[in-house]
């Protein structure tokens, strides 16, 4: 079974309030993802990192910055929340692999901006 | 990564056996085919893998014919459990090279 974890689960915050989302896995996955969804909607990725040290942007853009100083860590900030910023995110992480992998989703935050 | 094409929508009884294809005119050689399930509210989870012809574990079968465009998820008699959204991928994974999940297809399992 998986060992992905996010905090927190859900999260209500007002406008302008910089948060950050927690993401951490016990596998040793040099590749980690996140993931936005809103309800019934699409997964759209918004950052990926394909090892210490590197991050890159998704398909989606985003304000949210990330970070990756260890393996198993793969925090994503937003400095000022806004409404629009409501959603779900999801964390990712898979092993290198010359396929597309098998990534193992953690249970997600659901982050609501009022 | 290769363009997907599925169903937006099916619907199911219990206990029926239910397929889902995905058409992919795209493929590229070396590209795998990943089929993933989510229910709301969660994280998507794997379901299962292939490249060629056939493969089968304990949650579903896919078929995949011999010129690759298409595969077939096959799900063996449904439960109401079974209700969420499925998922074709299909690509390798490289450097720069990012994942579109798409809308899947929204699997409802009547009673």
């Known amino acids: 079974e998986a060992d992905i974890y996010q905090t927190p689960r859900y999260l209500v915050i007002g406008t302008g309030k910089k948060i950050t989302l927690e993401c951490s896995q016990t596998m040793g996955h040099d590749k980690m993802y996140w993931y936005q969804q809103d309800p019934g909607m699409e997964l759209h990725l918004i950052h990926y990192s394909y090892g210490v040290n590197s991050t890159e942007k998704g398909d989606l853009s985003s304000e949210s910055t990330v970070s990756r100083i260890r393996t198993e860590h793969f925090p994503l900030t937003l400095e000022s929340a806004r409404p629009s910023h409501t959603s779900q995110y999801l964390c990712?992480?898979?092993?290198?692999?010359?396929?597309?992998?098998?990534?193992?989703f953690g249970p997600g935050t659901r982050l609501t901006v009022t | 990564l290769a363009k997907t094409t599925q169903p937006i929508s099916m619907d199911s009884y219990e206990g029926q056996e239910v397929n889902i294809t995905c058409s992919h005119n795209?493929?590229?050689?070396?590209?795998?085919i990943t089929w993933y399930q989510q229910f709301p509210s969660q994280g998507p989870r794997f379901i299962i893998q292939?490249?060629?012809t056939k493969v089968t574990n304990e949650v579903a079968s896919l078929f995949i014919p011999a010129d690759r465009k298409s595969s077939t998820l096959s799900l063996p008699r449904v439960s109401l459990s079974d209700t969420a959204v499925y998922y074709c991928?299909?690509?390798?994974?490289?450097?720069?090279?990012?994942?579109?999940f798409g809308p899947g297809t929204r699997l409802s399992v009547l009673p």
């Open positions: 990712a992480s898979s092993e290198t692999s010359g396929r597309i992998g098998e990534q193992y």
């Open positions: 795209n493929i590229a050689t070396n590209d795998y």
């Open positions: 292939g490249y060629k």
């Open positions: 991928l299909v690509g390798v994974d490289n450097y720069g090279q990012n994942f579109v």
